[in-house]
């Protein structure tokens, strides 16, 4: 596979070539649920193995991939090379060599892989060696997503995750060594007990280590995890609203000045460096998806799989038995337009409003304009006329502001939208 | 089957405070007789309602008449007359007790006589009903019938020597019940060869054949194809239909003294076929209705609007609906500056009130904003007028007003004697009179208070419960108007008067209730972009005051592509929340906002 760097391309290059979600899928993620704890802030579909360093021997990992195997196998191609893998997780960096490589070449197997795709997996500090990274370097992974979250350790204790700031640096240092050609670090802002000065100190140390990208999320209190059970939202020792909202603030002048595009709500890209896979969500189009929890979109409708590891070995039993088919309908083409602005909003470049106006009728685009006229008004939403930089009319929401105020923008448009067109 | 002997007929109802088994009973009754098969049984068969099945408790009255051979070898009609067990319905209760020579009162051995209880047997013995007084959930371990006996003696004066022990969950007593339904309850008077004279004490509306009435012929005979008057309404109609109710309907060729029954002459509401009016013929009218005729009178009042005012229509053409089935709804257009446009309405009282609400919402599909209930306040202007206000925000200004005039209830309270001090701080806390305390035996009290109306309409019900925890019954009935120290209390959202939230309260509750409604209204009314203050104001004098922070952000961190169902899910449903709330200037208001005065904590009102 070629090593070129991601499409310079941004959003709408490939969005012309984008056919409706009924088309087929350039794109897949693979659910790696193994993870040494859960963190206290999670929610996903996490099996945990503890802190064994040889994780990838457990029966339960070599099981595992057995099955994501059969379920790639199982599934009905379209023939068109995947553009875009993104190993997410869970840990996938609990994984051995010869299991990524397995379950690429699977997938290669199956779906044929394109040159020059892009090939991500999200990884964790300490949970992996110089000599693994360079497998998983030579197995094709060319995009890192690493799993910072923070540089301070008591923050990183508070959090529940199992590395240490130390852990950060040494991790940086093999991705460097194993030239990997696309790095991305995860930070969270509204942790508890963070200041806005130590915030800002984050993010400056983050900028020091060049990475190509940031996903900056700000924290949500999931239902169910151990975070939601201590804190309160807004409340000590969570940093209130207001504070939060500037710490969004600061992440987005602290990282445009240090020249990161802010390409999506929580996400920033060096020019050239969005995430090409995660770009297929917000535009809507379908994707593969396989492993426990994990959600595919395919022939116009989502599926997700059961979140608990028998289940899901049942739920795959069911469907290989079945052919690879999967009970489900296309919804409504009302709910396809909330979940293509719902998405789509949540990009810079917001969405095309000519195709629009082509995929669902002036009438319909009349109405989402005058629903979004207040917020216009506001300076929350941008309506931009072509001129020759940008030849196309897009819709968008305006950055910082409109886009911390994107729910209630959406909710807006969804009450209004929400009865039949 | 209508050919019974008058002295072969008994006409019974049922005495119960709620959940102390009526309704499990009345099916007993029915299955024992035979009236209803096993196997078309279900429990509450009387209860036609949904929202009496869920709830437990009667609301429309129903009858049914049972064929029963006693022991004696002869056969006897038995009639049970269901009586609804809410204070809000005593009027019903009084018009089925007054087609009655008889009553079974049905006491919770375990618990023992409740206000409501009392109530409805010094009803029935104004009409001279014979009592049989039935213990009933005997075989409960917790049952005391020695107790219980002794307290309806001590409390009633009724001989107890002869009471029987039932359970009617388990078939216990059930044929000793029936025994002296036909031993001890006298036959009707025979007055067959009199003028028709016909006691409506129940009516529900038919889409297909308009009101039906249940009846008891009280003299004379009535038959189809006879042309009555109503003698209240002084509406005359042809009877397309005569029948008994066994319990479903049965069509007969007459009825006569003594006989319960229906009839159906597309009579267009049940308005025109009011309960406790008289049914005569019109060739040969009787002279003197039966006696006991009162008007439905509404006692609580709110104002009624849909969320979407594009359904005001809707909500006129449903009120309209179930006003031909509930002749004591009263309702008139409303326009609030802050509501646009809807209905003032007028209910028996809370339940009635709540239940007409349930019933818009469920069987007519409407969303709707109810304001706080109200009394009917009396106004006396300075140029000597009285008014008579049903909404707070037509309460003429103070300097136009020579005084205000509230209506009062008496109340009674029956309660285990542990909780006497806290019912007597909610009474007190509620500007209640006390006027006396018996005790009933030993453990069990009964407390008497005069209230203001006003004060027991919000929430009463609820805290006397939760204060005794669930032990003590209360019965209630007008006293007439007194004057009071009263203030009009206007809540202002955002610096705009709301009227649905205005409110009449005692000048000496002001304050605590200003504070306690404007914290409430900030708890209830969601953040918005800007700081939004929320004022409580006599007149242009702000009492309390608070302020719903701006927000801050709104915004999910993250989207991807398993989670993009679950977050489409929240986003709907903090759009259908919007959708739920009216707009108040910029200020999304919910729902409840406009009920907070029910939730305020009960120091401060």
């Known amino acids: 596979m070629d090593d070129r760097n991601p499409l310079s391309q941004t959003a709408f290059s490939d969005f012309h070539l984008a056919v409706n979600a009924a088309s087929a899928p350039r794109a897949a993620y693979l659910h790696i649920p193994f993870c040494r704890r859960r963190c206290f802030y999670c929610d996903f579909p996490?099996?945990?193995?503890?802190?064994?360093?040889?994780?990838?021997?457990?029966?339960?990992?070599?099981?595992?991939?057995?099955?994501?195997?059969?379920?790639?196998?199982?599934?009905?191609?379209?023939?068109?090379?995947?553009?875009?893998?993104?190993?997410?997780?869970?840990?996938?960096?609990?994984?051995?060599?010869?299991?990524?490589d397995r379950l690429l070449q699977t997938l290669n197997h199956r779906f044929g892989i394109a040159a020059g795709a892009e090939i991500s997996m999200e990884i964790d500090p300490g949970t992996f060696d110089l000599a693994q990274i360079q497998g998983y370097r030579t197995a094709g992974v060319n995009r890192v997503s690493l799993g910072v979250q923070s540089f301070a350790d008591d923050l990183l204790k508070a959090c529940g995750r199992s590395h240490s700031v130390a852990d950060i640096y040494e991790a940086i240092d093999l991705l460097h060594r194993a030239e990997i050609p696309n790095i991305s670090l995860d930070l969270i802002s509204g942790l508890p007990h963070l200041t806005l000065d130590c915030w800002q100190a984050t993010l400056d140390t983050a900028i020091a280590l060049q990475p190509h990208h940031l996903s900056v999320y700000d924290l949500t209190l999931e239902t169910g995890t151990a975070f939601d059970r201590y804190y309160q939202a807004g409340e000590h020792p969570l940093p209130t609203d207001e504070t939060t909202a500037a710490m969004y603030r600061l992440a987005q002048q602290t990282l445009t000045t240090a020249g990161y595009q802010h390409y999506e709500i929580s996400n920033y890209a060096q020019p050239g460096y969005p995430c090409r896979h995660n770009l297929t969500y917000w535009e809507n189009r379908p994707y593969y998806g396989f492993g426990m929890g994990a959600t595919s979109y395919t022939h116009g409708y989502r599926v997700t799989r059961p979140r608990k590891t028998w289940e899901y070995y049942e739920w795959l039993e069911e469907y290989i038995a079945a052919g690879g088919k999967q009970p489900g309908s296309p919804p409504p083409p009302n709910e396809v337009l909330l979940e293509t602005l719902m998405l789509g909003l949540r990009l810079a470049e917001g969405l095309d409003r000519d195709r629009l106006v082509r995929d669902w009728g002036t009438a319909t685009v009349d109405r989402i304009d005058r629903c979004l006229q207040p917020y216009a008004q506001q300076g929350w939403v941008e309506i931009a006329t072509p001129h020759p930089d940008s030849p196309r009319r897009s819709v968008r929401l305006s950055d910082p502001e409109g886009f911390l105020f994107s729910n209630t923008i959406l909710a807006a448009l969804f009450e209004d939208l929400a009865v039949n067109l | 089957m209508t050919d019974a002997p008058v002295s072969r007929i008994r006409n019974f109802s049922i005495i119960a405070h709620i959940d102390h088994g009526k309704s499990t009973l009345a099916d007993r009754l029915l299955q024992y007789t035979g009236t209803v098969e096993a196997r078309q049984m279900k429990e509450q068969f009387l209860d036609n309602m949904d929202l009496e099945r869920e709830r437990g408790i009667t609301i429309k009255l129903q009858a049914a008449r049972m064929n029963y051979k006693a022991r004696d070898g002869k056969d006897y009609v038995l009639n049970l007359i269901d009586t609804p067990g809410h204070v809000d319905f005593s009027y019903e209760v009084s018009r089925s007790l007054a087609a009655c020579e008889g009553a079974l009162l049905v006491v919770d051995a375990s618990q023992g006589v409740e206000a409501q209880t009392l109530a409805n047997v010094y009803l029935a013995l104004e009409h001279n009903l014979e009592i049989i007084p039935v213990l009933n959930k005997i075989d409960l371990p917790g049952a005391e019938p020695d107790r219980v006996k002794?307290?309806?003696?001590?409390?009633?004066?009724?001989?107890?020597?002869?009471?029987?022990?039932?359970?009617?969950?388990?078939?216990?007593?059930?044929?000793?019940?029936?025994?002296?339904?036909?031993?001890?309850?006298?036959?009707?008077?025979?007055?067959?060869?009199?003028?028709?004279?016909?006691?409506?004490?129940?009516?529900?509306?038919?889409?297909?054949?308009?009101?039906?009435?249940?009846?008891?012929?009280?003299?004379?005979?009535?038959?189809?194809?006879?042309?009555?008057?109503?003698?209240?309404?002084?509406?005359?109609?042809?009877?397309?239909?005569?029948?008994?109710?066994?319990?479903?309907?049965?069509?007969?060729?007459?009825?006569?003294?003594?006989?319960?029954?229906?009839?159906?002459?597309?009579?267009?509401?049940?308005?025109?076929?009011?309960?406790?009016?008289?049914?005569?013929?019109?060739?040969?009218?009787?002279?003197?209705?039966?006696?006991?005729?009162?008007?439905?009178?509404?006692?609580?009042?709110?104002?009624?609007?849909?969320?979407?005012?594009?359904?005001?229509?809707?909500?006129?053409?449903?009120?309209?609906?179930?006003?031909?089935?509930?002749?004591?709804?009263?309702?008139?257009?409303?326009?609030?500056?802050?509501?646009?446009?809807?209905?003032?309405?007028?209910?028996?009282?809370?339940?009635?009130?709540?239940?007409?609400?349930?019933?818009?919402?469920?069987?007519?599909?409407?969303?709707?904003?109810?304001?706080?209930?109200?009394?009917?306040?009396?106004?006396?202007?300075?140029?000597?007028?009285?008014?008579?206000?049903?909404?707070?925000?037509?309460?003429?200004?103070?300097?136009?007003?020579?005084?205000?005039?509230?209506?009062?209830?008496?109340?009674?309270?029956?309660?285990?004697?542990?909780?006497?001090?806290?019912?007597?701080?909610?009474?007190?806390?509620?500007?209640?009179?006390?006027?006396?305390?018996?005790?009933?035996?030993?453990?069990?009290?009964?407390?008497?208070?005069?209230?203001?109306?006003?004060?027991?309409?919000?929430?009463?019900?609820?805290?006397?419960?939760?204060?005794?925890?669930?032990?003590?019954?209360?019965?209630?009935?007008?006293?007439?108007?007194?004057?009071?120290?009263?203030?009009?209390?206007?809540?202002?959202?955002?610096?705009?008067?709301?009227?649905?939230?205005?409110?009449?309260?005692?000048?000496?509750?002001?304050?605590?209730?200003?504070?306690?409604?404007?914290?409430?209204?900030?708890?209830?009314?969601?953040?918005?972009?800007?700081?939004?203050?929320?004022?409580?104001?006599?007149?242009?004098?702000?009492?309390?005051?608070?302020?719903?922070?701006?927000?801050?952000?709104?915004?999910?961190?993250?989207?991807?592509?398993?989670?993009?169902?679950?977050?489409?899910?929240?986003?709907?449903?903090?759009?259908?929340?919007?959708?739920?709330?009216?707009?108040?200037?910029?200020?999304?208001?919910?729902?409840?906002?406009?009920?907070?005065?029910?939730?305020?904590?009960?120091?401060?009102?």
């Open chain 1, 46 to 100: 996490v099996s945990v193995v503890g802190d064994r360093r040889n994780g990838s021997n457990s029966n339960a990992i070599v099981k595992y991939v057995d099955r994501l195997c059969q379920e790639i196998a199982a599934t009905p191609t379209f023939n068109i090379p995947l553009q875009t893998i993104f190993f997410g997780g869970g840990t996938p960096s609990l994984l051995s060599v010869a299991q990524l």
């Open chain 2, 150 to 605: 002794q307290e309806i003696e001590d409390l009633i004066g009724l001989d107890c020597s002869g009471a029987i022990e039932a359970s009617a969950k388990e078939g216990i007593g059930i044929p000793e019940i029936l025994e002296s339904i036909v031993h001890l309850i006298p036959p009707p008077r025979d007055t067959v060869t009199e003028p028709l004279r016909a006691l409506i004490f129940d009516s529900y509306y038919d889409a297909y054949r308009g009101a039906i009435a249940y009846f008891r012929v009280m003299d004379g005979t009535v038959k189809k194809g006879d042309r009555v008057r109503l003698m209240a309404s002084g509406k005359e109609y042809e009877l397309d239909e005569v029948g008994v109710l066994s319990p479903t309907q049965k069509q007969v060729g007459d009825l006569h003294a003594g006989e319960v029954g229906y009839l159906s002459a597309a009579i267009k509401a049940v308005a025109d076929a009011r309960v406790g009016d008289t049914i005569t013929l019109a060739s040969t009218p009787a002279a003197e209705p039966l006696p006991g005729y009162t008007e439905a009178k509404p006692m609580v009042f709110c104002g009624l609007f849909p969320t979407d005012a594009d359904r005001f229509e809707d909500l006129r053409e449903a009120l309209e609906k179930l006003k031909l089935n509930d002749s004591a709804l009263n309702y008139e257009p409303e326009t609030s500056s802050a509501m646009g446009f809807g209905f003032r309405c007028g209910f028996l009282g809370l339940l009635h009130m709540e239940i007409v609400q349930e019933r818009l919402e469920r069987e007519y599909d409407l969303d709707l904003i109810t304001t706080a209930p109200s009394v009917v306040y009396r106004v006396t202007t300075i140029k000597g007028e009285v008014l008579n206000i049903d909404n707070p925000s037509h309460l003429p200004a103070p300097n136009e007003r020579e005084k205000i005039e509230e209506p009062y209830i008496q109340m009674e309270m029956i309660t285990p004697e542990t909780y006497v001090g806290t019912l007597m701080e909610l009474c007190q806390s509620r500007r209640g009179e006390f006027k006396d305390m018996k005790y009933l035996t030993p453990t069990r009290t009964t407390l008497i208070y005069e209230l203001p109306l006003a004060e027991v309409v919000t929430d009463f019900f609820n805290q006397m419960k939760s204060r005794s925890r669930g032990y003590a019954s209360m019965e209630y009935h007008p006293i007439g108007y007194r004057e009071n120290a009263l203030v009009l209390l206007d809540i202002l959202v955002n610096n705009e008067p709301v009227d649905a939230l205005a409110t009449i309260v005692h000048r000496d509750k002001a304050y605590p209730v200003g504070r306690a409604l404007v914290s409430k209204l900030k708890e209830l009314i969601p953040r918005h972009q800007f700081k939004v203050p929320i004022q409580a104001a006599i007149g242009s004098r702000v009492i309390a005051s608070e302020q719903i922070p701006a927000i801050r952000k709104d915004v999910l961190a993250k989207c991807y592509g398993g989670d993009i169902s679950r977050k489409k899910k929240l986003l709907q449903k903090q759009a259908k929340g919007k959708k739920r709330m009216k707009a108040i200037g910029t200020v999304d208001v919910p729902q409840e906002a406009f009920m907070a005065m029910l939730q305020l904590d009960q120091g401060a009102s």
